[in-house]
């Protein structure tokens, strides 16, 4: 299995609040995501970082911010919960670009605000 | 940005067989088609990278028709542990290359 952990893994907090998920690899991937995951809509792209220091916004970034200060970690922040953001937060790493190869994914966070 | 996947949900006798496809709105530079069980993270089936390959897993296979910016992923003669949710995943071209998206998802059912 790929080396990659997120935590927590599960989380609840209050509306307002902030909270940040914490994913770290030991693959020394370049590429890592952060993914949303609720009925209907699939895997939605939140964020994603190609190197250190260097991400970009996906699909759903409002109210979202991240950090990867080193290879192995990369940090999904919520400034100020809202309900809307109750969801399973998956992070992914891969070496896609290069090759492009499989994404791992970890086992997910679930996180819910109240 | 999402692809799009049809049908939304198959249900099947085992050795029955299925096909999910996927289609995007850019050029695409690879495909990918995952399946996730319940609770369980997304896991990888398989990669493809050039138009009108072909790949096989098992009984479980997929084209990529590039010009078309389509995949199809074919399951043959189904067996219960396919049930699942199967997405495809795909990765654009030129200053999209290493945004991965994913579709909604198929929920694929699979009855003895």
């Known amino acids: 299995d790929a080396g990659i952990t997120q935590s927590p893994r599960h989380k609840v907090t209050e509306t307002g609040t902030p909270v940040t998920l914490r994913c770290h690899q030991t693959e020394n991937h370049r590429y890592m995501y952060w993914y949303r995951q609720d009925p209907g809509h699939g895997l939605r792209l939140i964020h994603y970082?190609?190197?250190?220091?260097?991400?970009d916004k996906g699909e759903v970034s409002d109210g979202y911010s991240v950090s990867r200060s080193k290879t192995e970690d990369f940090l999904l922040t919520l400034e100020s919960a809202t309900s809307s953001q109750t969801s399973v937060y998956f992070c992914?790493?891969?070496?896609?670009?290069?090759?492009?190869?499989?994404?791992?994914f970890g086992q997910g966070t679930r996180l819910t605000v109240v | 940005q999402q692809p799009v996947q049809s049908p939304q949900a198959v249900i099947l006798r085992e050795g029955e067989d299925a096909v999910i496809n996927c289609s995007s709105s850019k050029a695409l530079y690879s495909v990918h088609w995952y399946r996730q069980k319940h609770g369980e993270a997304p896991v990888f089936l398989m990669i493809l990278l050039k138009g009108g390959e072909q790949k096989g897993h098992e009984k479980i296979s997929a084209s990529f028709n590039e010009k078309k910016q389509q995949s199809s992923l074919y399951l043959t003669a189904s067996q219960l542990s396919y049930s699942g949710t199967y997405f495809c995943?795909?990765?654009?071209?030129?200053?999209?290359?290493?945004?991965?998206?994913f579709g909604r998802g198929t929920q694929l059912t699979v009855w003895p």
């Open positions: 970082s190609y190197g250190v220091k260097d991400t």
């Open positions: 992914a790493i891969s070496e896609l670009g290069q090759g492009s190869t499989e994404a791992f």
């Open positions: 995943g795909t990765e654009g071209r030129g200053s999209t290359l290493g945004r991965l998206y």
